[in-house]
Nanobody, 117 residues
Framework: QVQLVESGGGSVQPGRSLGLSCAAS????????MNWYRQVPGKQRELVAY?????KYADSVKGRFTISRDDTKHTVYLQMNDLKPEDTAIYFC?????????????WGRGTQVTVSS
């Protein structure tokens, strides 16, 4: 069984930093991409940062967030700097992985990030 387990998150004041990490486990042949999404209640889940051969960021986080991967550990990180109240959301790890005969899209359970003074 392939799964993603997130860690990090929490509550911080505006302007501070926070880091998230997400580790993939299970029998995978290859990880195509590992990414971060976020969702606010009542709104659609949005892509925050993508890492799959290249990186891509939502306009709202460019210059503040950095995605990185350690493929030896099957782990993706999200460093979030200069956090704003509008960054408050549940952050989900997402990956597309290759199993024996199929590619699989998997999600973590999410971790809450709250930015408030």
């Amino acid at each position: 069984q392939v799964q993603l387990v997130e860690s990090g998150g929490g509550s911080v004041q505006p302007g501070r930093s926070l880091g998230l990490s997400c580790a993939a486990s299970g029998n995978m042949l290859r990880i195509y991409s590992m990414n971060w999404y976020r969702q606010v209640p009542g709104k659609q889940r949005e892509l925050v940062a993508y890492s799959g051969g290249y990186t891509k960021y939502a306009d709202s986080v460019k210059g503040r967030f950095t995605i990185s991967r350690d493929d030896t550990k099957h782990t993706v990180y999200l460093q979030m700097n200069d956090l704003k109240p509008e960054d408050t959301a549940i952050y989900f790890c997402h990956a597309i992985v290759e199993l024996e005969d199929v590619n699989l899209e998997i999600w973590g359970r999410g971790t809450q990030v709250t930015v408030s003074s």
